[in-house]
């Protein structure tokens, strides 16, 4: 299973960015889909999770609100629209996928595949 992120870039502080993660070569596998990120410094943090076929994301709280998940089965391809994004969001943003179909927010342990990321930049 490989996974590609995109859709990365610079935006000021309030603005929108959506990012894609297409997912090929072996869809069947893929129970979850999860997208996260890592800013300079910091550790890897989940921010949502979804089932690759059926069910709702499930969002950390600090996204809660402002960024939405959703997935193209036809496409391959998970997205994540972010809206009033702040300075603190800025990041390098990774998707992963877990073989195993679980609900709600999952640790970075649980995914086995990882797209390359993408950095997000958000001025002040």
């Known amino acids: 299973v490989q996974l590609q992120a995109s859709g990365g870039g610079l935006v000021q502080a309030g603005g929108s960015l959506r990012l894609s993660c297409a997912v090929s070569?072996?869809?069947?596998?893929?129970?979850?889909v999860g997208w996260f990120r890592q800013a300079p410094g910091k550790e890897r943090e989940p921010l949502v999770s979804?089932?690759?076929?059926?069910?709702?994301?499930h969002y950390v709280d600090s996204v809660k609100s402002r960024f939405t998940i959703s997935r193209d089965n036809a496409k391959n391809t998970v997205y994540l629209q972010m809206h009033s994004l702040k300075p603190e969001d800025t990041a390098v943003y990774y998707c992963?996928?877990?073989?195993?179909?679980?609900?709600?927010?999952?640790?970075?342990?649980?995914?086995?595949?990882w797209g390359q990321g993408t950095q997000v930049t958000v001025s002040s």
């Open positions: 992963a996928a877990d073989p195993r179909r679980r609900v709600g927010i999952q640790p970075s342990s649980n995914y086995d595949y």
């Open positions: 070569g072996g869809t069947i596998n893929i129970g979850t």
């Open positions: 979804i089932p690759w076929r059926g069910g709702i994301g």
